[in-house]
């Protein structure tokens, strides 16, 4: 929910525009962003590109359109690009939010205190592997755009296993039942995100070794897991922020925001 707020004029002096976004609001736009944009390029590619999203270096038939491929067309690519850049601002200032929330609770706690600064790094890693893997298609720069797409798993299988622990001893001393189903679930989405990964990467080998018809379309399918187990995981922080606020303050007598 999102709220504006602006006083009165007084003795001359207009009260500072306040505008309030619930956390929820803030986390739930930020994961339903990739969600949708993902879902319309797969959906316009597989309709109106489907030769040109599906073809492999093999020209064995295949009936999904890699993540990869669906992004690196038009107008697929960008609706995609349009998403992520909206996302992304989120996505830093949620990272910022747990790195405060953690310092907070960790403060002179080992290993907690350096596995916050740790879970930090890597959740701006996990963005700007995003980032590089977006702005940068496979039909363009290949070699950059699987750098990109590297660090981006990489990180975020990092990042989820650092929260994972934190949130292990966040429960271990909090009696708030949300704490408790956030580490259950949080423990759910990363056990899950493993195991898509592993049978993407076990497809993707078949594929590019034996050339088997429908390999490569099982890839497909858990990449697509792999990343919505990955959103799935990144969605718990509805339940860790739900009573927290983002306000924007803007000051009328210097003008500065």
Sequence with gaps: MTKMLQGSNILGHERPLVIRISFT???????CLPLLGLIACVLISSVFHFEDS?????????YLPSISASISLSPECHIWRFCIGLHSAPRFLVAFTYFKFYKTRFASKFP????????????????????LLTYVSSSETYFVHKEGFVLFIISSLIYML?????????????????????????????LL????????????????????????????????????SN????????????????MVISSSEDKNF
């Design 162 to 190: 650092i929260t994972c622990r934190l949130w292990k001893a966040i429960k271990k001393y909090s009696l708030s039942p949300e704490d408790a189903k956030s580490h259950h679930w949080k423990v759910r989405f990363l």
């Design 231 to 246: 959103m799935a995981f990144h969605l718990t922080a509805v339940w860790d922020f739900k009573s927290r606020e983002v």
């Design 193 to 228: 995100n493993i195991s898509f990964l592993a049978f993407a990467g076990f497809f993707y080998w078949k594929h590019n070794m034996y050339c088997e018809s429908g390999s490569y379309t099982l890839f497909a399918v858990f990449e697509y897991l792999v990343v919505f």
């Design 25 to 31: 609001t803030c986390v739930l736009t930020t994961v």
């Design 54 to 62: 599906t073809g492999t270096h093999c020209q064995v038939p295949n």
């Design 112 to 131: 907690e205190s350096p596995l916050s600064c740790l879970n930090l790094a890597f959740s701006i890693s996990e963005n700007l592997g995003l980032l």
